[in-house]
């Protein structure tokens, strides 16, 4: 009883969904599949030392993002010698205030990195693209990252860094940040899904087959709001963590960066290496993704989008 106490102190909100629907209404999933071969099939791994490879994927997520985006364009810095870039597509650029949709587009070492993260990366073009036929209150900037991987994590040479403290210094309001970070992968096997606490299955269960909304107090009335709409959408089963930053793996992506900078943000994750054993190694491909239950987590964050005050 002790424990379990111990653990709704740290990890304070859980709800699941009953049911999810098979097959989505809005989002495209022969264009999503594209989306992941093309991030996935290159011939060197998308990392910090294949710059030409960095640079050839940043030009696909620029040209699909022109063809729906108001606005399109590069962020570059330099990082030891070598020109690193973000790319940034905003819609409803008539309005003041935004919301930030990223995710990294670099990888860790040699790897396809399907899951970590061509899938934020795919979802995040796929939002572009249907976020772009509707009338929102906020701007909406969509920004692929690069160098969120070792040995840039945590530095400020991260790509989500140079966006956050941008916002920061031109002091413009943001009304919060989302991160896709691993959202292709699935599991519905029993004890499929592990946590940075022990005793957490007893709350979230032992199966991987859940999307997140990962918190802290920083994430605020924002982190709130996305919670609270991706569980109403029910379209798949969506589980809230919401657990001081310094709990393992709560901050471990670009919100960070947002996060230090004060402005509210969350993560929206399958929980990466707490699930898939292929976190971070050459098993990351495209063939271990679940596709259609991705989908379906684009699908909820796009009426959640919708639906945002």
Known sequence: MKKLILI????????????????????????????????????????????????????????????????????????QNNEYKNVIGSIGTENKNRIIIGAH?????????????????????????????EKL???????????????FFRTQQMGSYIHANYLADNKIPVKGMICLETIGYFNEKENSQNYPVKGMNLIYGNKGNFITVVQSKKSGKFGKEIEKLMKQ?????TKAFNAPSSLTGVDFSDHLNYWKLDYEAVMITNTAFF???????????????????????????YLSMKQIK
Do not use: W
Request: charged share 30%; hydrophobic share 30%; net charge negative.
């Open 275 to 301: 699930r898939n054993e292929n976190y971070h190694n050459e098993g990351d491909t495209l063939e271990t993704l679940d596709i259609k239950k991705m989908s379906l987590v684009i699908e909820a964050l």
């Open 8 to 79: 709704l102190a740290i990890v304070i909100t859980s709800c699941t969904q009953s049911k999810t629907k098979k097959e989505t209404q809005y989002v495209d999933i022969e264009r999503v599949t594209k989306d992941l071969t093309v991030l996935t099939q290159t011939q060197q791994s998308r990392n910090y030392k294949n710059v030409e490879t960095l640079d050839t994927i940043a030009a696909y997520i620029h040209k699909e993002l022109h063809k729906v985006c108001d606005s399109t364009n590069y962020q570059k810095y330099q990082v």
């Open 137 to 151: 209150k906020y701007r909406i900037d969509f920004v692929a990252y690069t160098l969120e991987e070792p040995p």
């Open 105 to 133: 587009y670099d990888v860790f070492e040699e790897q396809q990195g399907a899951d970590d993260n061509a899938s934020g990366v795919s979802g995040l073009l796929e939002l572009a693209r249907l976020l772009s036929k």
């Open 233 to 237: 959408n029910n379209l798949i089963e």
